[in-house]
């Protein structure tokens, strides 16, 4: 049975029962999707589209990494044109992939490309549309003005993708929303949602519904907040066009895969989304096996433990609010969430076994040095730590160890439900109690509501993990439970690139709708190496890492990618294309080398204009090709050294952060 979800806030079948979200089946060439079929791969080509060799032999890569689809940039009519050699090249050497044209700023080159590949790509924001990002006041009149020259513009290339058959996809972007859009929506999830909602008007007009539609952020939180959004506009409107999911410049590496994660899994979660691309600032064939993973994860996922129905979600799903909760000895209140290091299977023989989560001991000083990503809690279950715990690091023990402790110092005990309701003893500062969805009977919810010692440790077994344990803060918010909640994920025999999807999703969807005071991985069992023998598939563990290290800087980065807890440098970085004006890969790496240490400063890294003005709103500077060996550099959407030479652009990044007073020496 589905949840009855108010018609105001609804985004999805249901909040507890798995079921894809329906929509209408729209066809990329032979390849399908929407409907019933399967969620999609597609990435996108890096090469100098004029570059027909190169470029088929990359699609080759790509199809061969698990993409169903591949895109590839048109910025002008000759590369639009370039496409039919591609296209037949790609023929000859036995592919018949569907191509995708990507087009920003030139109607020409898509209504040429139109004509030759499956599906074309348009950004509404740089489609015939102004960005120059000026505030200005339009009235309804100059805004209705405005409509009618965008129709006039775009009703050309609707007729022709109508008549050749080509499919469209009307892409938004966080970062390049019109001024229009700007002045009158902001720069907000519903800006996004109507700037593709006045083009899809347009193409409804033409009685074309071959369309695709995606909401593209850099941040997670507005991504998902906009995809959202977006369907419960097309809800009211009568509409169920698919859907195409994507974190944009989700950088490289670690970071990239689990923001990327985070966005696309928390909407698959909820059954969003028909087609997937994981935007990495490495080469787009490692971007398949990534996406490939998200997707495989909700294969009979509809087969999940029944979770209790809501009628109403106690929250708004397109707004971000932090659950109210109170201060227990730093945790929840205002404080940023707390990580959980577990040693609870690991001997602890010296304090150098705490340098895997961030606390260096100096001995002729007898003081402790702590990293950014140095842990707040640390669960020693059964084991008992043979020195004084350090300041900033609280111990949790099993009820029955602390309690025969000799020495309480910043030690505290965990308790299951059932121990809890008849402990004869507990601390009088902090309690931890281990609850699941089946726990929360009315004893307990009381016991709990009148403790304000108490900070609940929230499992789940269920397949559908994170909707019930959404389940159960919708059941502290409704009973008024303030008590703080450390959202804890158990995994077993994993691969490490499982485990950074995985958490991601199951941690990430929670904090990025205000969900939990404090995060906690317990893994028994990890594999440094894949298990997938696949040749794109990239691992980030050091042979010499051991799992606690590993999971604490993991959790340190899904804190960071959900905007809870900044604890170093953020890169937003482009995952390159045809049109890219340098090496984004080691131009990204180049940056990092020299900045990673100044924690909380945003860096936006665009190979072109495209985006990059746009996506400078939600960094604090922006480092942006401009012409061949030639970058600009921002200070948020502002340009402050225009066209300089590439070969000093990084120490003139570098002096711009100096003059804000935000560069520290390391």
């Known amino acids: 049975m589905q949840t009855n979800i108010n018609q105001i806030k609804k985004y999805c079948n249901s909040l507890t029962q798995y079921s894809r979200y329906k929509t209408r089946e729209v066809f990329i060439g032979n390849i399908p999707l929407g409907g019933n079929n ?4 597609q990435s996108m080509t890096t090469t100098d589209t004029m570059n027909t060799i190169a470029t088929v032999e990359q699609t080759i890569r790509m199809v061969e990494a698990g993409c169903e689809y591949v895109r590839i940039t048109a910025p002008s009519i000759n590369e639009a044109k370039n496409l039919e050699a591609i296209k037949k090249e790609l023929k000859i050497r036995g592919y018949n992939v569907p191509l995708i044209a990507d087009i920003h700023f030139t109607p020409n080159a898509a209504e040429m490309a139109a004509r030759i590949v499956e599906k074309v790509r348009v950004n509404p924001g740089n489609y015939v549309d102004k960005k120059k990002f000026d505030l200005i006041e339009y009235t309804d009149a100059e805004y209705q ?6 129709r006039e513009k775009f009703t050309p290339l609707v007729k022709i993708c109508k008549e050749y058959g080509t499919a469209m996809r009307i892409g938004t972007n966080h ?6 859009i700007m002045s009158r929506y902001g720069d907000t999830p519903l800006g996004m949602v109507e700037s593709a909602l006045e083009f899809l008007r347009i193409c409804e007009d033409e009685n074309y519904h071959s369309i695709v539609l995606s909401m593209k952020a850099s941040n997670p939180q507005v991504m998902v907040q906009a995809y959202r959004l977006l369907i419960n506009k097309m809800e009211v409107e009568g509409m169920n066009y698919p859907l195409h999911l994507g974190v944009t410049e989700a950088g490289g590496g670690e970071d990239g895969r689990i923001k990327s994660a985070l966005g696309i899994g928390a909407l698959l979660e909820d059954g969003i989304g028909d087609t997937i691309r994981v935007s990495l600032t490495e080469d787009p064939e490692f971007e398949a096996p990534v996406a490939i993973a998200i997707a495989n994860r909700y294969k009979g996922r509809e087969n999940h433990k029944t979770i209790k129905e809501i009628d109403e979600s106690p929250i708004d799903p397109f707004v971000y609010n932090r659950r109210k909760t109170l201060e227990v000895l730093s945790i929840g209140g ?4 707390r990580v959980v290091a577990d040693y609870s299977n690991r001997k602890i023989t010296s304090q150098k076994n705490l340098i ?14 702590l990293s950014d990503i140095a842990a707040d809690l640390i669960y020693l279950g059964k084991n008992v730590l043979p020195f004084d715990c350090p300041n900033g690091l609280n111990a949790i023990y099993d009820f029955e160890i602390w309690n025969n402790l000799k020495n309480n110092y ?16 507990k601390s009088g500062e902090l309690n931890f109690v281990k609850i699941s969805i089946d726990d929360l009977s009315e004893e307990i919810i009381t016991k709990i509501k009148n403790d304000k010692t108490v900070v609940l440790i929230l499992e789940t077994e269920n397949l559908h993990g994170m909707a019930e344990q959404r389940r159960v803060f919708f059941e502290l918010i409704e009973k008024e439970i303030r008590n703080p909640v450390i959202i804890k994920r158990n995994y077993s025999q994993i691969t490490f690139e499982d485990l950074q999807i995985y958490s991601s999703t199951d941690l990430g969807s929670l904090l990025i709708d205000g969900f939990g005071d404090g995060v906690w991985l317990s893994v028994d069992g990890l594999n440094s190496e894949s298990e997938k023998s696949g040749t794109y598939v990239k691992s980030f563990i050091k042979k010499s890492e051991t799992k606690e290290k590993v999971v604490n800087r993991l959790l340190f980065n899904i804190l960071q990618a959900a905007r809870q807890r900044i604890s170093k440098t953020e890169y937003i970085a482009c995952p390159s294309c045809g049109r890219t004006l340098f090496d984004l890969q080691e131009t990204t790496e180049m940056i990092r080398k020299r900045t990673e240490h100044l924690k909380g400063v945003k860096i936006a890294i665009m190979g072109c204009i495209v985006n990059g003005p746009g996506e400078m709103a939600d960094a604090d500077y922006g480092y942006v090709g401009s012409g061949v060996d030639k970058i600009t550099l921002y200070r948020e959407k502002n340009i402050i050294r225009r066209n300089i030479p590439a070969k000093n652009a990084v120490d003139e990044l570098i002096d711009i952060i100096r003059e804000d007073g935000k560069w520290v020496e390391h």
């Open 356 to 369: 895997d989560i961030g606390y260096t001991y100096d001995e002729p000083t007898d003081k402790w040095n």
């Open 175 to 180: 970062g390049s929303l019109s001024d229009r």
């Open 38 to 41: 399967p969620i999609r791969i």
């Open 334 to 337: 205002n404080n940023v969430p």
């Open 145 to 150: 003005e405005e409509l009618d020259r965008i």
């Open 410 to 425: 910043n030690s505290y005990p965990i308790f299951l439900a059932k121990e809890f309701l008849n402990a004869a003893k």
